[in-house]
């Protein structure tokens, strides 16, 4: 029997068609109903107006999608003959507002979706404290804007470099913002400090500890759901930064990746029509996000994670978690490195003068997210954007699942919305 | 008792039509977030769960007292399987304020630009009015903006729960919030004021305004003026203002200013064009050291 459920609070929505075999979900597809064709806006626009019209394609991660931007551009720029080398200081100030949108992302995430959904899959459900994850964004969201003016929606990132030219000012301020958060993050969330958590030899260390973490924790066991919610066991990573490690992952056998590998293909609804296209990774489907950046990046407490328990429920949404406190430490490290006396911008030449194809490639906060931009003279000719949730979230057929199809079979519908929900799925993303 | 007290509430409603969510996510940055939502009953929100489900709200079977509506406004679109334009009448109706949410709510803005046939804003289509919510537009106030700054929201719903009258521009925005223009309070302004450009991006000194594109001297916004996340604003970081809060944005060729004999094509709002060349004329003639140096010399003084 066909059931149609409405996904709600995904940055939008998006309805799963449940194929119920008795109680257990035998198949399931997704559908995404909203398009708002942002690809062919931007063409024959100059090509650097995309710096403001990409990041509106999300209101969550248009930081994102403004890195993504601005790499495509440099990328054509160097294929275009005109190499561009931005200073340390300007791809520090890059890194650091990307992990902080991160961070803004999986506190809102942990505190709006997970917490609430897994709640109502318990007979005593925890109470709600959405504004706890708005709370600790808002604070990101600060640190943000020192350096990219505002957040959501910022376009401070910029060919050759950053707009802004910040003094010790900003950047103790945003240390002091960084260091609210992670105080925040240790009395009200996780219960331990930071330093204590990243030392844990595994999750069993919550043992005895009182704090929402702990309860996530203790509740997601109690629940099995390390022993549902299994995809492929196969990841991708494909954006660089200083907090990621690239590559494609069966298991734990890791291997070489080129982002030129990743195709698109229409999505596989039966049942209602959909705008989304799939993302694979030479015809492949892989799970991208927190739990794959984790374990290409070989952090130990994920590995034992994954080892025992794969790429269940579990391991996903405690990976985010610990994904979260890594990013902490890391915004913080890298703010103290910035050397005020570096040019914000290098010289670049005239956009005009530009006619060539480009790639831009980051991690978003659930994935890789590819812009590939083709310019004459300046202009763009083609964009094709393709986003993280394409690769989690894709609707095909039963012979070839992607990772959620095959993560939400054989459990109960109540537990599949759930699982569903534990790649942090953006309807606006996937179809804009 | 609780209840009965709770239930005096005024009932907020968030729908969206065609959207980023980018309203939704920088009215969540507001500071005074919890405090404010605590004097209202929230029907529905689109980042968290609230009492009622959206297919609850779909069946239009409750009212609102503040309608709060995201996104650019699509008569064709249907969310949840339901035509949004019918689920729009319902709860405008009851609705005793309609708050369009950042530029797409009010004037289409960017999402209204493909296939712009069935989209618009809630009472204008870039500056042309449009009839669909006309018969509402007594309680419809515009908080323009890509996206609206989540002070705007706040102070919007504020004079609404202190029963205050709010003052209203010929685009329906709040004059206390869009009288100003996002020009004022820039940290730029000597430059503007002595014609210094900014020759490049990436510096702390120029003004934006002669050859980066600034739109800040023709933009109705108070950015300057309440800061963004309580911190900073474009202008300040050395991004041009996009004009986001227009009718007419999202325009094109935002990191360049279009000149004419190198002056400006558009000039401040409502300067006569004869008094600006004059003046920019005679400041072009003066050459202040200080304002053509850098204001901080990190590489010789210690």
């Known amino acids: 029997m066909i059931t149609k459920q409405l996904i709600e609070h995904i940055e939008g929505e998006a309805s799963v068609y449940f194929d119920m075999d008795g109680k257990k ?46 790499r495509a551009l440099e990328d054509a720029y160097k294929n275009g003959g005109y190499e561009v080398i931005p200073t340390q200081k300007a791809n520090t100030i890059r890194e650091f507002t990307l992990v902080m949108e991160m961070i803004q992302n999986h506190f809102k995430w942990l505190y709006m979706v997970i917490m609430p959904e897994l709640s109502k899959l318990i007979d005593k459900p925890f109470t709600q404290k959405p504004l706890k994850g708005a709370y600790a964004s808002s604070l990101a969201s600060k640190a943000i804007a020192l350096f990219g003016g505002q957040w959501p929606h910022s376009s401070y990132m910029i060919v050759g470099g950053v707009t802004c030219d910040p003094t010790y000012m900003e950047i103790l301020q945003a240390t002091s913002f960084v260091e609210e958060l992670v105080k925040f993050f240790e009395k009200e969330c996780l219960g331990v400090s930071l330093e204590n958590f990243l030392a844990f030899e595994s999750c069993k260390d919550f043992q005895g500890v009182e704090s929402d973490i702990a309860t996530l ?48 293909i229409q999505a596989y609804t039966p049942h209602e029509k959909t705008y989304a296209y799939n993302a694979l990774y030479k015809d492949e489907y892989y799970e991208t996000g927190s739990l794959a950046r984790m374990i290409s990046s070989n952090e130990s407490i994920v590995k034992n994670m994954h ?6 429920a579990y391991s996903r949404v405690m990976a985010r978690i610990f994904e979260l406190a890594l990013l902490l ?35 978003a906060p659930r994935g890789p997210l590819v812009h590939e931009i083709s310019l004459k003279n300046g202009l763009i000719e ?18 070839k699942p992607t990772p959620v199809q095959k993560a939400m079979q054989g459990i109960s519908k109540d537990e599949a919305e759930f699982i569903f929900r534990t790649f942090d799925v953006c309807s606006v993303c996937t179809t804009h | 008792m609780h ?18 969510n980018g309203n939704t996510h920088s009215f969540l940055n507001l500071n005074s977030l919890d405090t404010l939502l605590e004097q209202f009953e929230i029907l529905y929100f689109p980042a968290f769960a609230t009492d009622y489900t959206y297919e609850d709200i779909l069946t239009c079977k409750l009212s609102c007292d503040v309608l709060i509506f995201e996104g650019t406004y699509d008569s064709t679109l249907q969310r949840g399987g339901i035509l949004l334009a019918d689920v729009l009448q319902h709860y405008a109706k009851s609705a005793k304020y309609i708050i369009g949410a950042g530029t797409c709510a009010s004037f289409g803005g960017m999402f209204a630009e493909m296939n712009p046939q ?8 870039k500056g042309e009015w449009v009839t669909t919510f006309e018969m509402y537009k007594e309680k419809i106030i515009n908080l323009s903006g890509c996206p609206m700054h989540p002070e705007w929201m706040a102070y919007t719903l504020q004079m609404i729960l202190h029963h205050k009258t709010i003052l209203l521009d010929e685009l329906y925005r709040p004059q206390e919030l869009y009288g100003y223009l996002s020009h004022h309070g820039c940290t730029r302004n000597e430059y503007f004021e002595w014609k210094v450009d900014a020759k490049n991006f990436g510096t702390k000194e120029g003004c934006l305004f002669y050859e980066q594109g600034c739109r800040g001297p023709m933009t109705h916004a108070s950015c300057n ?35 004419n004999m190198s002056i400006p094509q558009d000039i401040p709002f409502d300067v006569p064009k004869r008094s600006y060349l004059t003046m920019v004329g005679i400041a072009k003639t003066f050459h202040i050291k200080r304002l053509e140096g850098k204001l901080i010399d990190y590489k010789t003084t210690h």
């Open chain 1, 307 to 312: 080892r025992r328990y794969k790429d269940s």
């Open chain 1, 382 to 399: 083609s964009y094709k954007i393709i986003t993280p949730t394409q690769f989690n979230i894709g609707s095909s057929t039963r012979e």
């Open chain 1, 217 to 264: 924790e203790a509740t997601l066991i109690d629940l099995d759901m390390q022993k549902k919610g299994f995809a492929h066991d196969r990841f991708l990573v494909l954006g660089t930064h200083n907090f990621s490690s690239i590559g494609k992952l069966k298991g734990t056998r890791t291997f070489h990746v080129d982002p030129k590998f990743v195709t698109t």
């Open chain 1, 25 to 70: 979900v035998d198949f399931a597809t997704v559908v995404f109903p909203h398009f708002r064709g942002m690809e062919s806006f931007l063409e024959k626009k100059n090509a650097l107006d995309a710096l403001v019209i990409t990041p509106r394609v999300c209101g969550i991660c248009g930081h994102a999608h403004l890195m993504a931007t601005v």
């Open chain 1, 329 to 363: 430490q890391h915004g913080r490290s890298i703010l103290n490195t910035l050397d005020v006396t570096q040019d914000s911008v290098v010289k670049v030449e005239d956009i005009h003068n530009i006619t060539a194809k480009g790639i831009g490639v980051v991690e």
């Open chain 2, 225 to 259: 003026k309440i800061l963004w996340n309580e911190v900073s604003s474009k202008t300040r970081i050395g991004t041009p203002c996009l004009g986001c809060t227009e009718s007419d944005f999202p325009r094109t060729h935002f990191f360049t200013t279009k000149t």
């Open chain 2, 3 to 20: 209840s009965k007290l709770e239930t005096k509430k005024p009932k907020l409603l968030w729908l969206q039509g065609l959207t980023c």
């Open chain 2, 118 to 125: 069935n989209k618009s804003g809630l009472l204008f289509k």
